[in-house]
């Protein structure tokens, strides 16, 4: 008898998750619904217009999405240089050694700090260098926003390529060996293309990451509503659009910035779906 | 000839894999220092007013912060309000977050090939990735707007969503790593199903899971954006739960651009760094000392 309990206890526990994502999905397409019924969905989508003064009310959300495109994609490139070679040192080169779990720790240590703190950072420190290099006039933008970014993600594209390369048998790089190659021709020929789905799969989890920041985004972008077309200029992500303008919301509005919240959701989810597409595929191999 | 051609390729071949060695070792190097940069930034900027005020007095007003800081005088007051709105908030996510999270992790890990908790894995994952911001709509939705008011409880359903899936994950994770016949020892000696799991499979797995919510705290800790939307802080220290309620990266976002303040912001974020770290560093130790 309570085992019985118990077990339904378990079971209402893991439904709970179900009725979670069911009510998230459900509310944003509710609360949103007005703003797809003004506009259309695709009218919303591609409309670059964001004005909220009353008699020329009108929202789109084109700005929002070229800008969070603009910043998570230029931080992803911005990353690989850096996350790379960490993702080598620690799942190839130093594999399993004292100074691999060294190094690994700190850049882990680089998930661990708060968004805000990176805002506060690239405000206070970085700003006055991108002034100082002529990049734009008041230093917000584009580029200071992509920069933090990319070193934001750095460990989680680092650690996850790394744990895929460590997972490579040796029994394939010593083929390699005997065979005369270098190891950076074993690094190239065996080793990264064994290892390439996953590695893959990192960085598209890191994009997911770079697509869903928020605060450092928000203190460092310099929140214009216009479309980005340069690494100068200044605009704004879907996310920082919802934590500036969501405070004073109501109506349409309102409507509006659940409605870009809603797209995040859904392109945040598709992309991690994809990622655990290719490492689940990865595990069954 | 040929045999001078094959050594100088060796020659280049073997000069080429060391560049890159360099190269590899020169990369992490530097991926290395904004930590350092950070850490140095937050210390140097924040030790001045990291005193028994910071944790005493609530945040001034800009005025106040303004005639101190003419005068030389440190800036009076600190970030009590911030604490207490932080423990407030992210104590009561934990205590909704803990039970939740073990019984679903443990479902997960009990039935690994059941169709359902397959799907309940999938959306956990799903929920996993989703950005802190639209958790805080999500939760604005869910309790702001019912209640009528922004509250410290509308910030840790924010922060419960947030956790739930680490928490998820990390215990099922544990759990199945736990040799299968734990469980059957236990069951042969004639033990209720209830009693093996409590008694012998989550006490085995209790470092796992134990980690599991150390990290996750430490993950929410600073998280922002999901409690501008619904915990939106309060210049008083509050324990009314259904009241607007401050906490330390609320306080960071609502000074960081007024001069007059920004010191005790540094201060601010060097205390949430300490304990972020601290959490982490408890937790490798946690998880070393409990291994499996």
């Known amino acids: 008898m309570k085992d019985k309990i118990f077990k339904g206890l378990l079971f209402a526990a893991a439904l709970t998750i179900l009725v979670l994502t069911a009510g998230v999905v459900y509310v944003l397409v509710k609360q949103s619904l007005d703003v797809f019924q003004e506009y259309g969905f695709f009218g919303f989508i591609f409309n670059a217009e964001w004005d909220p003064r009353p008699d020329t009310e009108e929202y789109g959300a084109w700005s929002f999405i070229v800008g969070t495109l603009f910043t998570a994609f230029f931080a992803l490139l911005l990353c690989i240089p850096f996350s790379l070679p960490v993702a080598l040192f620690n799942g190839e080169y130093f594999n399993g050694r004292k100074i691999s779990s060294f190094v690994s720790s700190v850049v882990d240590l680089l998930a661990g700090i708060p968004s805000i703190v990176y805002g506060l950072w690239g405000f206070y420190t970085l700003r006055p260098i991108v002034i100082q290099l002529g990049i734009n006039a008041p230093g917000f933008g584009i580029f200071l926003a992509s920069i933090v970014l990319a070193i934001m993600i750095i460990p989680y594209a680092s650690s996850l390529s790394a744990e895929f390369l460590s997972m490579i048998p040796n029994t394939l790089k010593e083929g390699a060996y005997s065979l005369g190659a270098t190891r950076v021709e074993t690094i190239w020929h065996v080793s990264l293309p064994m290892a390439s789905s996953g590695i893959v799969a990192a960085y598209i989890l890191a994009l997911g990451r770079a697509l869903g920041e928020t605060m450092a985004v928000t203190m460092l972008i310099g929140n214009t509503t216009n479309v980005p077309t340069s690494l100068r200029d200044t605009g704004n992500t879907m996310a920082s659009v919802i934590a500036n303008q969501f405070g004073e919301a109501d109506g349409l509005k309102l409507s509006a910035l659940i409605g870009i919240g809603l797209l995040l959701f859904l392109i945040t989810a598709v992309i991690n779906l994809i990622a655990k597409f290719i490492m689940k595929r990865l595990a069954a191999r | ?292």
């Not at chain 2, 000839?1 to 073997?14: A, T």
């Not at chain 2, 950070?38 to 609530?58: C, E, H, P």
């Not at chain 2, 600190?78 to 709105?85: A, F, W």
């Not at chain 2, 059957?184 to 199903?193: D, I, K, P, Q």
């Open chain 2, 1 to 292: 000839m040929s045999d001078r051609v094959k050594f100088s390729n060796i020659k280049k071949r073997s000069v080429k894999d060391k560049i890159v060695f360099g190269l590899v070792c020169f990369f992490s190097f530097l991926s290395m220092i904004p930590l350092f940069v950070i850490i140095w930034n937050v210390i140097s900027k924040g030790y001045a007013n990291f005193n028994w005020r910071l944790f005493t007095q609530v945040a001034p007003s800009s005025m106040d912060a303004l005639i101190a800081k003419m005068s030389g005088e440190p800036i009076p007051g600190g970030i009590l309000n911030g604490i207490t709105g932080t423990i407030l908030i992210v104590g009561m996510a934990v205590l909704f977050t803990v039970p939740l999270g073990l019984f679903i992790g443990i479902y997960l890990s009990e039935h690994p090939d059941n169709k359902f908790a397959r799907t309940v894995s999938y959306l956990t994952d799903l929920l996993q990735g989703m950005p802190s911001i639209v958790i805080g709509i999500i939760a604005y939705i869910w309790v702001v707007k019912p209640l009528g008011s922004y509250s410290a409880l509308a910030g840790s359903v924010a922060l419960t969503i947030m956790m739930l899936p680490m928490v998820v994950r990390s215990t099922e994770e544990t759990l199945k790593m736990l040799p299968r016949s734990l469980k059957e020892a236990g069951l042969a000696l004639g033990a209720s199903y209830t009693d093996v799991i409590f008694k012998v499979i989550v006490p085995s797995g209790f470092g796992g899971i134990f980690t599991g919510i150390l990290l996750a705290v430490s993950r929410v800790m600073g998280e922002t954006a999901p409690l501008m939307l619904t915990a939106l802080g309060a210049a008083v220290v509050n324990w009314n739960i259904l009241e607007p309620t401050s906490a330390i990266p609320l306080l960071i976002w609502d000074f960081y651009n007024d001069p007059n303040l920004v010191d005790i912001i540094w201060s601010a974020s060097l205390l949430l760094l300490i304990v972020i770290f601290l959490l982490n560093w408890i937790a490798k130790i946690v998880a070393r000392k409990w291994k499996i």
